[in-house]
């Protein structure tokens, strides 16, 4: 059974920092692209950033471009979210997303798995 689990979420005040973790099991890891997105009750869920199988590309959403910074440790099936200098606007619940395949997609649909999301609060 594919499990990705979020952790790492909280609440900080604005130009603090977080850091997401994925941790996956069940799956191929290193063959599947990472992707976070994230979702507030008044937007509907977000492509926030990608990352390939490899780690060796990575696609930002223009607002994190510069605070937010995505790794991948796939020994450790793991996927990670710095997330620094942050926002009011950051504020969602946080969601990791798997797909097979070499390629960062910005949709939610081609995503076959996800996490069941954490919180990011951050207030002003």
């Known amino acids: 059974q594919v499990q990705l689990v979020e952790s790492g979420g909280g609440l900080v005040q604005a130009g603090g920092s977080l850091t997401l973790s994925c941790a996956a099991s069940?799956?191929?890891?290193?063959?599947?692209?990472i992707a976070w997105f994230r979702q507030s009750p008044w937007k509907e869920r977000e492509f926030v950033v990608g990352?390939?199988?490899?780690?060796?590309?990575?696609v930002y959403t223009d607002s994190v471009k510069g605070r937010f910074t995505i790794s991948r440790d796939n020994a450790k099936s793991t996927v990670y979210l710095q997330m620094n200098s942050l926002k009011p606007e950051d504020t969602g619940v946080y969601y990791c997303?798997?797909?097979?395949?070499?390629?960062?997609?910005?949709?939610?649909?081609?995503?076959?798995?996800w996490g069941q999301g954490t919180q990011v609060t951050v207030s002003s």
């Open positions: 069940g799956l191929t890891f290193s063959s599947h692209t």
């Open positions: 997303a798997a797909n097979a395949g070499p390629l960062i997609y910005r949709s939610s649909r081609p995503y076959d798995y």
């Open positions: 990352i390939t199988v490899s780690g060796g590309n990575t």
